[in-house]
């Protein structure tokens, strides 16, 4: 009994095996080889030209049109200053009284002089004259033969001679003397500091009693410190890439924190036309008027630049142009494949960003740059329009 119902369960077994093995194979799954033969489509668009005429906005600083560091042209004591930080003067008005007693006496003893010299040149003039009237009187004497001795008369006329070279040195003499005495009062002159020009005066270092000298070097302190601030220069750096066309004389908008949603307006006066190689970029002056001196030099200020390019500029997307560790590049669809091509970027006009290198306008670019593309890809294009 026991060997028959071993024997029934090894016949069903055999049975549902063989049943299992007879029936229709299941339908073939798409293989990934057969799913990547298929060219990938991706989405595309043209290279577009067109003008550059890009408002950029660009650092700058206030700088005073002029300024000076005013320091005493002889030394002396602070007699007297009558300006302070922030007081107004004009050109020539009188800023501070220096006192040298010295230099009082180094005049009296050129006037001394002078006079000494004059009366040298005067007595050395009267000489002259009589030696002179001596000389004619022997020569109508000697019109009648034997009265005058030949040789008294050269004598006589050498005399006059001699006399002329004397009054022409004594005439030198007290030229230097007065030159002499000029310069002592020139140099006196000095103890009054005029200002050079019209401004604000921005510094203030010295007190009356103090010791101050013609000493400017770049270590010394100022006794005061002059800036003309009713004109300034507005100074900016400007990349080398954006001034190949400085447009000189042209208005430029500029506005500064201090002064917030108000805008002032600088002239393009100067240009340094050499590139700073430490910042890759160009001086550019603006001449900036502030006769109401609301204005400070040295105030930072955000100034419209414009930039134009003589001739149209190339724009992709912005997401066009991709960057490995040793390239930038985008993506360029030709006869379906991919390659890629190296460029260097620019000015940035809304989606769109400036292009330099081997492209075309109406080229095909991926509009998403990607090293995951690889050179040499079949690919489908797909469309799209560049904002």
């Not at 510094?203 to 601030?229: D, S, T, Y």
């Not at 949603?261 to 340094?272: C, K, Q, S």
Request: aromatic share 4%; proline share 6%; net charge neutral.
């Amino acid at each position: 009994m026991k060997h028959s119902l071993r024997w029934t369960v090894l016949v069903s077994w055999a049975a549902l095996a063989t049943g299992g093995c007879s029936g229709g194979s299941p339908p073939a799954a798409t293989t990934p080889a057969a799913r990547t033969n298929a060219p990938a489509t991706i989405e595309v668009a043209n290279v577009v030209a067109k003008p550059v005429d890009v408002t950029l906005s660009m650092p700058g600083q206030l700088d005073p049109y002029e300024t000076v560091a005013v320091y005493p042209r002889v030394s002396g004591f602070v007699k007297s200053i009558a300006v302070d930080r922030g007081s107004h003067v004009r050109t020539g008005e009188l800023m501070a009284v220096l006192e040298a007693p010295e230099l009082s006496a180094q005049r009296a003893e050129a006037q001394s002089k002078v006079q000494a010299a004059s009366a040298q040149l005067a007595a050395t003039r009267a000489k002259a004259d009589a030696d002179a009237g001596t000389y004619d009187r022997l020569s109508a004497a000697a019109a009648t033969p034997g009265v005058v001795a030949g040789n008294d008369l050269i004598v006589a006329q050498k005399q006059v001679e001699a006399d002329r070279g004397q009054i022409a040195a004594a005439e030198q003499n007290a030229e230097a003397a007065r030159q002499a005495l000029q310069s002592v009062s020139e140099i006196e002159s000095y103890l009054k500091v005029a200002a050079p020009f019209e401004g604000v005066v921005t510094e203030r270092n010295v007190h009356p009693g103090a010791l101050v000298g013609p000493n400017g070097g770049p270590a010394a302190v100022p006794m005061l410190r002059l800036m003309k601030n009713d004109r300034l220069r507005l100074v900016v750096p400007v990349p080398e890439a954006y001034v190949a066309d400085v447009p000189r004389g042209a208005k430029l908008s500029f506005s500064v924190s201090a002064y917030p949603g108000l805008e002032f307006v600088g002239t393009i006066a100067r240009v340094a036309q050499v590139v700073d190689v430490r910042t890759r970029t160009m001086a550019v002056e603006l001449d900036v008027m502030n006769r109401d001196g609301r204005l400070a030099a040295g105030t930072f200020c955000q100034v419209r630049w414009p930039v134009r390019r003589t001739r149209p500029s190339l724009f992709v997307p912005a997401s066009s142009v991709a960057s490995t560790t040793d390239r930038t590049f985008v993506v360029r669809i030709r006869g379906a494949k991919t390659e890629w091509v190296d460029v260097k970027t620019g000015l940035t006009s809304g989606a769109l960003i400036e292009v330099f290198g081997d492209l075309h306008a109406g080229d095909e670019v991926a509009t998403r740059g990607t090293d995951e593309i690889r050179p040499g890809t079949d690919v489908v294009s797909k469309k799209t329009t560049p904002g």
